[in-house]
């Protein structure tokens, strides 16, 4: 089981890294989420889909090439909805489907099960489905990712090692700033394993796995795209505000990359200027019509606009929820993520030491 301490810590990139190398060993790989926490609904659509299969599976899935009976269904989907029902009839258990997908994992299977927990060591209880129940009841070594500040980040490991005991195989710890890594492993990794934990591997921060495209974007500021809408693909990595003056944005602009700029949409020399920059998308907020030449300009670079209905502070705050709360499911950060793990893993020890190899 691959699991954290809290959500958005790189439980999908590390399955993605994991996998492929299990693959490219020969071993048959199947992989689920027992709780959904990520489900497309059909527009009109009430009902959960059958089979329940979360979206970063589905992502997995597709990415690994995986065929649809070794993607493994899901038994809740983590929502209000649902959360109400349990807790109005009182309902802590995960039902027989938790038995039925027990007794399915025990059954022979040529190759490796992996299945990712929901996002925090104490999410799904309500339905039965923490990462403490379901590594004991499907009797689970687990992997923990977790993301790295500095050595106040091990309390939630020690309340993690304390939950699971001698389940937790060991961690990998994520989004280290690059110029922690060498201290980190020369002095926090022989501590941490004087304490019972073992790591795996110590992965940099990465820009690119905390990026949002601009089609996330769009969807979360409910945009209206002016141009360029066959360019939502692009990732966005760093968020300028164009409220300054048009020559400290400029010198502001060149020091960023792959940035989304909001700027009030009559600032028509800061919109020109930051097409100018390492800009993925420009955003305009309040009332105002971008001018022709801007949309010109705008089409010539193939940086699309978008035009929000809300103000510049709230349109800020949308936008710095989304870095390193998406999912990955862009194939650049997929394939990042393969190098990442390979990298920065040492995933040959630990499959040795879950005898996997």
Not at 15 to 36: D, N, T, Y
Not at 85 to 112: Q, W
Not at 152 to 178: H, M
Not at 209 to 234: F, K, M, N, P, T
């Amino acid at each position: 089981m691959i699991g954290s301490c809290e959500p958005f810590s790189g439980k999908s990139a590390l399955v993605l890294g994991i996998a492929s190398q299990l693959l490219a060993a020969k071993k048959k790989i199947r992989f689920g989420k027992p709780l959904a926490t990520s489900l497309e609904s059909k527009p009109g659509s009430t009902s959960l889909p059958d089979p329940l299969i979360d979206d970063d599976v589905r992502f997995v899935g597709k990415t690994l090439g995986l065929t649809e009976e070794n993607l493994i269904p899901s038994l809740h989907f983590l929502a209000q909805q649902s959360a109400d029902e349990r807790l109005f009839h009182s309902v802590l258990d995960a039902g027989p489907g938790f038995h039925a997908l027990k007794n399915e994992l025990k059954l022979p299977f040529e190759g490796v099960t992996l299945l990712e927990a929901a996002g925090s060591l104490h999410e799904g209880i309500l339905y039965g489905l923490s990462l403490g129940q379901m590594s004991a009841g499907f009797e689970a070594k687990v992997l923990l990712v977790h993301l790295w500040q500095d050595s106040r980040s091990v309390d939630a490991l020690l309340a993690a090692k304390q939950q699971l005991g001698d389940r937790l195989v060991g961690i990998v710890l994520n989004a280290v700033t690059p110029d922690d890594v060498h201290e980190l492993k020369k002095v926090v990794v022989p501590s941490l394993k004087s304490l019972g934990m073992e790591v795996f591997g110590v992965m940099p921060r990465s820009p690119l796995l905390r990026s949002v495209s601009v089609g996330e974007l769009v969807r979360r500021l409910e945009a209206q795209v002016i141009c360029c809408s066959d360019r939502l693909e692009l990732m966005v990595e760093t968020l300028c505000i164009g409220a300054m003056n048009v020559n400290s944005a400029m010198e502001f602009f060149r020091r960023r990359r792959n940035m989304a700029v909001v700027t009030g949409a009559d600032r028509t020399d800061i919109q020109l200027a930051s097409l100018e920059a390492s800009t993925q998308c420009l955003i305009l907020s309040g009332a105002g019509v971008p001018l022709p030449q801007l949309i010109n300009r705008a089409e010539e670079l193939e940086v699309p606009i978008l035009k929000v209905e809300r103000d510049t502070l709230s349109t800020v705050e949308v936008i710095e929820q989304a870095f390193g709360h998406v999912r990955v499911h862009e194939t650049v950060k997929a394939t990042y993520a393969f190098r990442l793990v390979e990298e920065h893993c040492d995933l040959e020890r630990l499959f040795k030491t879950l005898k996997l190899l």
